[in-house]
């Protein structure tokens, strides 16, 4: 009895300090049982997860099979809600960067290849607009509005064969305006033969119109060809006309330049210094 | 010629063992595992003819329910813990042999305050600090059910 209790207290005076030994010891002696212990779990684990008849095999496939079929039809019908917010997201990233009083908008109907077709916004004179409003897009200048109706607004996008748009050169710095040409295509006038310009170069717009401030990507030019005394100048849009969702109108007359957002505060020297 | 005290002998011995693998299969209910722990403790082990019997059921409880634990980065603990209790709960049931239910009660009531006292005192002697727990409550309220068990089921057996 003594050596019972006197082992004990050994044992747990031995473990206050390096013991590690004896854990050794124990860990080495408690192997077995532990390898037994793991091999009896498998074999009940795999016991419980074995298939004992072919028609449990079936029924299980069958749910199986109903429920991916739920996942997959739930995925599908949370999709568009899903591309929205990720439209929403990239909305919200440009906001930030522009510092202008801007509105967001739904497309919710564009109809923009059929003839006199345009898009419609969910936006009208309620929310305070008017026409000749820029709409731009995270990826780039989409159009202006048109007509704005009570609760709706029509907008003319930049590819509209009646669409002019005042724009610029990114290298060459020339100035020009951007007509539409068609679906996703627009060419720029009144770029004059001495300008060099290459294809591949982007085009911003100019602020000169007085829709768009400065600065803001409308597209890359595509090809370019002396015509006349003018370069003509094909443009490809940036914006995705087809599957543009969200937009964001900017102010009517905005300035033309436009200020970027200040940067993080800076902690003066003498501040950091007292830290 | 057969020895009429072997039959409890049998059945205390059995039913240490299902208290301890009790003890083994309650440890994700810490509570109820204390509890065992308690009756095999207080309850089963001072029953036994022999003193070093009683101790080393004790004693394996206490290795069994912090093996299942697996909290204390030193085991030994709670063994110790148990062999001093058994033995103060055995020196106790010789001394002074329960007749009635309710003073049995209240001494196993006391005794389980000093084995909780004791088991923390040597669980932080032998692993360091650690939680208390809830296992000493659920000993206190289920007296009546584990106490009564011991006692009337299986009195000890050098009580005559």
Known sequence: MAVLLLGHLLWMALGRGGSSRWQHLANLLATPPRAASARWEGWKASRRERVTSLRDATTELLQLRAQVTGLLTAREAEAPRVAEADEAIRLLGLKRLMPLAFRAARVIVNVRKAPFGGMILDQGADAGLVPDQGVIAPEGVVGRLWDVGATQASLLPLDAYNASTGVMLARSRATGVLQGLGPGKAAIRYIGNQEVVQVGEPVFTSGLDRVFPRGLLVGYVSAVAPHDVELHVEVVLAAPLDRVGLVLILPAHPQMEIQPPAGPPVDAPGKQAGK | ?160
């Open chain 2, 1 to 160: 010629m057969s020895n009429p005290s072997g039959a409890p002998r049998v059945r205390r011995f059995l039913l240490a063992l299902l208290c301890l693998g009790g003890i083994h299969y309650a440890a994700p209910w810490p509570g109820p595992q204390a509890a065992l722990n308690t009756f095999l403790v207080l309850g089963l082990a001072p029953g036994f003819t022999s003193p070093l019997a009683g101790m080393a059921w004790a004693a394996a409880g206490g290795w069994v329910l912090e093996g299942t634990l697996r909290l204390y980065p030193h085991l030994g603990g709670t063994a110790f813990a148990n062999m001093l209790a058994c033995l103060l709960a055995f020196s106790l049931v010789l001394r002074w042999p329960p007749h009635s239910l309710k003073p049995y009660w209240g001494r196993q009531a006391a005794l389980v305050l000093i084995h909780t006292l004791l088991i923390h005192a040597s669980v932080s002697f032998a692993a360091g600090p650690h939680a208390w727990g809830t296992g000493w409550l659920w000993s206190l309220v289920l007296i009546p059910a584990w106490a009564t068990l011991a006692l009337r089921l299986h009195p000890p057996l050098h009580r005559k």
